[in-house]
């Protein structure tokens, strides 16, 4: 029987620790497997939370060893066992219980973000016409699990903790998919330079490095948005257009 | 009182015109709906929003839209899910269902879904087992997570409030009505009472009752046990679908989801001798249309309209049953299943590689990253996997609303529309047809119910108590939860599984008695904040209502048809094609079965249905 150790960190609001647990390790198993079977025999009260187990859900964010990862995708023979695998709850949000956090912050900042509006139908029974290379660039984003590990990497929100003025890369990658979005006649821009504060964004890429689903989020997603924000609010002669009542 | 904590001062009180359980694409339709009509509305949901089963969908959702095939229409749609249903179906759901799913679709493009698109932009559509045309509007092979993100980012611009890791566990009724919802929040174990002039149970399945299954911990039948515990009638719970494809190796994986899709876009199940098994069996019922060749059959995926489909798009109940065979003859593949290959494409086009990833890119990830396997190069291991409830709560076809007034249903916990056997796509169609139907009706409901909503304080306390019961025991003189339901697991997934025996079925229940005197006797260590034990305890009884549902039907039903196989009688009886099995609580608290009829199709849709055998 081969065993592994599990270094995890078990608290409250307030304090916790990390504790060890040491389970069987079998073929193919996963980190959020080793922590089921730890709950089922040794810690019942374990919380964490989990749904489809295979990368779709975005539920079991945790930092593993120190990195944002999805449990359920992070494989143990990817990981060193010789040593304790250590399992902590994302850093960016205040902590509930063990591996959960509150997220409820990155619901509501979703709502902030101005919905879809898209243009008037194409054809005469209210159907639109879209190619299919238009509908690929929005594709990328819309892969987004909402697994909030890019929110947990980013270092304006976890060390900066600046939530009330900045929305994070997954809301730029939602703005992102709205803006790209071929149907889509609403302007973000605006909101994006001033209350989503796009311009917290150094562009480090950390959320590029963690995302499971693969999404080039600085590249593909922010930096456009930064030009088109860019675009419209500093570029002298549309400055000028507005000026005379001419320009957006 | 112990670890648990008292219930005084615990108790939150919500008020609602029409409450909603459950927030998959059933009841974030529902939810849409309801607002729609001017009621307000509240989700409760189990786990955090988005994050619901529907987002595990893969493979596309069924409406004749015709924009692929333009000799498909709602009465071709009706007819194969008539067909695939084996005849049990509700006629006037599947015609609902077939008539309502374009606009239902094309509504969501107008929220902001994006689908892949054929070459002039329209909609595309792909196919898919026992859909007789091109049929299932998708994306890539995400089309799940594109709906429910979809109805989740229109949905929080409606008005309806989100009550999210909430679980209910009783409904509260007043003179046989139902008038609102007892439960807890995950947080911090506080109750809450929520009030309602009408409430739409949307809780989807019940996968975990089984041990291997495509579900995860939330499908534990919560819909369905609530719904029987106020009085409502459960009907068709024999018919379980096992889907063909799940994961078999490596074992932590076993029973996630490959998508028919793989199948729909070429894919060809083989045995360990690298036979193409699916030939060597076709149902009567499908000989027309099935190919005659593995050549014919390749060019059916490629969108040939004069070929016919590969037999490996056969319905979901056969090719599971086959697949089974295969591996209990001994011609599986090594870790217990068969094989899936996609990879054979190279030889029929260039850029294979590249084609399956643009195709299929959730499975080329899923098993890269679980099981190390690249399905361009090499094929898939697959065995059946608990899928989904064609059973379920019993409802009106036209307002969903089951045999309990006030208390509506749509979307997996109900049943009507599937009959024996659901066809892949229409359980995206039906939660977006009878999601936005329970809303509508739920709304009009709870408006002509005034405001006068009194719950009863002896029902709030009765389920306080029982929900805080688990904290009375001690971890050394109780029971541990997850041992309960690893039991139950193991048990329905020997003795009521893909093939069934009386003999069998008659331990499950014995079993089950057992169980549920196991249940009694769950603990829960810890206290009431975000404690998984304890939650764990309380699904239980849900689960092993669920169970009995699945099991007192399976034994009443002696013949084989659509997804329940019986090995003392594998032939179909006609008589019992006549015939449905309710479930309902007794006077005395046991379960009650009965008989009733099926109810005839029309005489319009009986014509339609000849005119398309």
Known sequence: ?248 | MSGGGGSGGSLEAIEHDVLVIGAGGAGLRAAIAASAAGVSVGVVCKSLLGKAHTVMAEGGVAAALANVDDRDSWKVHFADTMRGGQYLNDPRMAELHAREAPDRVRELEAWGALFDRTKDGRILQRNFGGHAYPRLAHVGDRTGLEMIRTLQDHGIHQGITFHMECTVTRLLTDGGRVVGAFGYERERGRFRVYRAGAVVLATGGIGRAYRITSNSWEYTGDGLALAYDAGAELVDMEFLQFHPTGMVWPPSVRGILVTEGVRGEGGVLLNKEGRRFMFDDIPPAYQNQTADSEDEGWRYTQGDKAARRPPELLTRDHVARCINREIKAGRGSPHGGVFLDIAWIRQRMKNAPEHIRRKLPGMYHQFMELAGVDITAEPMEVGPTTHYMMGGIRVDAETQMSTVPGLYAAGECAAGLHGANRLGGNSLSDLLVFGKRAGDHAAQFARGQGKARSVSAAQVDAASRAALAPFDRTASDGTNPYQVQQTLQEMMQDLVGIVRTRQEMERALEGLAALRAREARVAATGNRDYNPGWHTALDLASLLTVSEAVTRSALARTESRGAHFRDDFPAKDEAQGRVRHVVKRGPDGAMLLERIPVTPPSAELQRIIEEQR
């Open chain 1, 1 to 248: 029987m081969t065993t592994a150790t599990f270094r995890i960190w078990r608290g409250d609001r307030t304090s916790g620790a990390l504790r060890d647990y040491t389970t069987e390790i079998t073929d193919g198993m996963v980190v959020l497997d080793a922590v089921h079977q730890i709950q089922a025999a040794q810690a019942p009260d374990l919380a964490v939370r989990w749904n489809c187990k295979a990368g779709r859900c975005g539920s079991c964010s945790a930092e593993v060893n120190g990195m944002p990862r999805l449990m359920c995708m992070t494989r143990l023979a990817d990981l060193p066992l010789e040593r304790p695998v250590t399992v902590e709850p994302m850093k960016a949000f205040p902590p509930i219980r063990d591996l959960v956090t509150d997220v409820s912050w990155n619901y509501r900042v979703k709502t902030t973000i101005a919905p879809f509006t898209p243009r008037p139908p194409d054809a005469p029974d209210g159907t639109w016409r879209m190619d299919q290379g238009d509908v690929d660039r929005a594709m990328e984003f819309r892969k987004c699990i909402e697994c909030f590990l890019c929110q947990d990497v980013c270092h304006v929100l976890r060390e900066h903790h600046l939530h009330d003025g900045f929305v994070g890369p997954r809301f730029l990658v939602h703005a992102a998919a709205l803006e790209m979005h071929p149907l889509d006649v609403a302007d973000r821009r605006e909101a994006l330079r001033t209350t989503h504060g796009i311009g917290y964004c150094n562009i480090t890429k950390c959320c590029t490095t963690v995302c499971p689903e693969h999404i080039t989020i600085t590249d593909n997603a922010i930096i456009p948005l930064k030009e088109r924000v860019a675009d419209r609010a500093y570029d002298p002669i549309r400055a000028l257009l507005r000026v005379v009542g001419l320009g957006d």
